[in-house]
């Protein structure tokens, strides 16, 4: 009989306990189970997430080990739960996991903070004091703790009142940056279809609902109706307060001498990422003075003359522009069918004379030739009715006579557009707009020093514009214009040869967007032509990484790489150019005589037949003319010749080879000739001179063998 092998465990060491790696196992199988919570948690899968939670814990309590999960993962597990249950509206039920969590681990602030914003959702403001109280006490960071505790001590109340249609994209991340800091929230419905109303209310909002009645103010004034707390927030769906203000807004709510309150809305483009619209809104108010908003579409918020508007750089960030094409051309149908009606009622209503010129014109400062009459008509009809001098109506003015600049730029009217960019100017000296729109004026005029002029005013006043304290209800699409400018102003002086300040301006650009438009691909011409190859190359290719390949890059590519020795990859390039476009004359012309170079004559001569059949290079027809000769193309050969000699009579090499052609089709009478006269012009004398004997002594060979 055999020995009997030794035990050996899982870990393969003879007789090793299997303990000690099961509780490790299980271990490791506990923190992915928390990783997983986290997860659902943060795709605001709540339900999941809590089932996730329960079942981990479960398994922790069920069956324990030694060396077990620690009091912080007990802690954060219950913490994961309680947030999964404030998600699902279920907020009586999260104050006691998050009391667990608090119990398992009572250093860690997050629970403290969560805690109280539950009890004060609840109305019991003085037990969320104690909460905050203790976790101040007990952790080591605490800066939110303090902050919050200080913020609850004089906070003011707050009612986030929106309306809503059909947006279950947009509002979870809407409600999810006012939640944590409004008491209420007010949402009416105007007849939605989808998840809306529920993901509302698992928000814990208050959902009424209106049928849609063709009035966006009518609308928003319900909402108003149901507010109860001391301050009105006004948010839609596509909207988002920015996290890192929210300080702010506690700070300026809890001082009693503000009513009114402006934020900053930013519009943020998809598609445009250079674009950003700037516009002060009101979006706080006390509910006590009883506003009310008015007009059918831009409803506006009635505020009295006399009302004190305290201006913040509160940011409020607006998506609404960034929608799919399909969804903006419903918005954009939606509200033009709006504002001709508001029209039809009230055909000299200043702002929706405005809003109807600003719909007509694109987000992208686009103007459509057919649309222009109609902006120019409504944006000049406003002026009419408006004044720079009166308050109520000041704003309406100056973005109107901005409207008819920028219509009358792209109806190339260029002279009236100044006029329109100067009064907008005179009565509003730090108007953004119209500065950039001069700058592209001058520079259609090719007034580069002008256009260089208004450029760097723009930027000069940019510099030193505070959105926060703007006095005026001004729509700005070019508040962050600074790289149109620059890459402008580089343009510029490359057309007039400058190409030191275009490198210079170039730079400014990239420091403010690596990627803008074509600054990478402009700058790294520039510096090839400087002979900075390596430099070159590094912005050519962040321009291939960026706008993606073309063959002019390509081609650009190839010739820095040839420029620094790299042939072949150079060759490369110019191959990869013309894969994207066949036609691309330089790349034929590079590749081409990359191939010469190669000693790939064949391939060379018909890339540079091609080229030369579209272009005229006088330099490359003698270059042809040899790749022929090698190849044996004696006829392409001399009639390239002929045509370079043309031009250049008194070149004796070329006349040299022009007459090995005649030579080798038989022609030994013209090859001779052609030699002789070679023989008074070349540099090489010695080899043409050998060449003649060797045809003289040939011929004479044969003479004299005919006469025997």
């Not at 809305?265 to 516009?279: A, D, G, I, S, W």
């Not at 009809?381 to 409207?403: F, G, Y």
């Not at 210079?504 to 190859?533: P, T, W």
């Not at 620094?564 to 390039?573: I, K, L, Q, V, Y």
Request: a negative charge.
């Amino acid at each position: 009989m055999g020995s009997r092998k030794p035990n050996r465990s899982r870990s393969g060491q003879p007789g090793g306990s299997t303990k000690p790696v099961g509780a490790k196992s299980r271990l490791s199988c506990f923190d992915s189970q928390y990783a997983a919570c986290r997860d659902r948690l943060a795709k605001r899968e709540f339900k999941e997430a809590l089932a996730l939670a329960d079942d981990c814990l479960t398994a922790i309590t069920s069956a324990p080990v030694s060396g077990g999960p620690s009091d912080t993962l007990i802690a954060r597990l219950h913490y994961i739960a309680g947030e999964s249950l404030v998600g699902a509206g279920k907020v009586e039920d999260a104050i006691g996991r998050f009391q667990t969590a608090i119990d398992a681990n009572p250093v860690d602030q997050l629970p403290y903070l969560s805690l109280s914003r539950c009890q004060v959702k609840t109305g019991n403001v003085e037990a969320a004091h104690h909460t905050l109280s203790r976790g101040i006490a007990a952790c080591a960071e605490k800066a939110e703790l303090k902050m919050l505790s200080s913020w609850y001590q004089t906070r003011p109340s707050i009612s986030a009142c929106m309306i809503v249609k059909d947006e279950e994209e947009l509002l979870p991340e809407c409600l999810d940056s006012i939640r944590d800091w409004v008491d209420e929230i007010i949402v009416v419905d105007t007849g939605s279809g989808d998840r809306t109303v529920e993901i509302a209310k698992s928000f814990g909002a208050q959902v009424y609902h209106h049928a849609w009645e063709g009035d966006f103010s009518k609308s928003r004034n319900y909402s108003l109706q149901y507010a109860t707390k001391e301050w009105i927030l006004i948010i839609d769906a596509d909207e988002r307060i920015a996290v890192e203000d929210v300080p702010e807004i506690r700070r300026v709510l809890s001082d009693p001498q503000q009513t009114v309150v402006s934020v900053n809305v930013l519009n943020k483009y998809e598609h445009n990422r250079n674009l950003t619209v700037f516009l002060p809104s009101v979006r706080f108010f006390k509910r006590e003075l009883g506003l009310r908003y008015g007009g059918i579409v831009h409803n506006q918020l009635v505020v009295p003359a006399d009302a004190r508007v305290r201006r913040t750089g509160i940011r409020l960030i607006h998506l609404g522009y960034g929608l799919s094409a399909d969804k903006m051309a419903q918005k954009k149908a939606r509200s033009l069918d709006l504002l001709k009606k508001q029209l039809a009622a009230n055909p000299d209503d200043p702002f929706a004379l405005f809003n109807y010129a600003q719909l007509l014109r694109s987000d992208s400062d686009g103007f459509s030739a057919e649309n222009i009459p109609a902006i120019i008509e409504s944006a000049s009809r406003a002026v009419e009715l408006t004044r720079p001098d009166d308050p109520s109506t000041r704003h309406i003015h100056l973005m109107c006579l901005d409207q008819l600049a920028w219509a009358h730029f792209f109806s190339n009217k260029l002279d009236a557009a100044i006029q329109y960019c100067n009064r907008a100017l005179a009565g509003k000296p730090d108007y953004l707009d119209p500065m950039l729109l001069l700058g592209h004026i001058y520079t259609q005029q090719q007034d580069f020093p002008a256009a260089v002029r208004a450029y760097q005013r723009y930027l000069t006043a940019r510099e030193n514009y505070d959105p926060s304290r703007e006095a005026d209800n001004i729509i700005l699409l070019h508040l962050d214009s600074q790289s149109i400018a620059w890459y402008s102003m580089a343009m510029g002086s490359e057309l007039v040869h400058d190409c030191a300040v275009a490198k210079e301006y170039y730079r400014r650009v990239l420091a403010l967007d690596s990627n803008y438009l074509a600054a990478n691909e402009r700058l790294g011409r520039i510096l090839f032509a400087e002979g900075a190859y390596a430099e070159a190359r590094e912005h050519l290719e962040r321009q291939l990484e960026s706008s993606g390949p073309t063959a002019a890059l390509h081609n650009d590519l190839g010739n820095c790489l040839f420029k620094s020795g790299d042939e072949d990859s150079a060759r490369r390039h110019y191959e990869e150019a013309l894969v994207l476009d066949p036609d691309f004359g330089p790349a034929q012309r590079n590749l081409g005589l990359a191939l010469a170079r190669a000693n790939r004559p064949e391939q060379a001569a018909e890339l540079l037949s091609r080229y030369l059949n579209n272009h005229h290079e006088p330099a490359l027809v003698e270059i042809l003319a040899d790749l022929h000769l090698s190849n044996g193309s004696y006829q392409s050969a001399v009639s390239l010749y002929e045509t370079h000699l043309r031009s250049h009579p008194e070149d004796g090499s070329a006349i040299y080879r022009l007459s090995e052609c005649y030579l080798a089709m038989g022609h030994r009478d013209a090859a001779l000739v052609g030699m002789r006269r070679a023989l008074e012009l070349s540099p090489d004398k010695r080899t043409v001179l050998a060449r003649i004997q060797e045809l003289e002594g040939h011929s004479e060979t044969r003479l004299e063998a005919g006469k025997r």
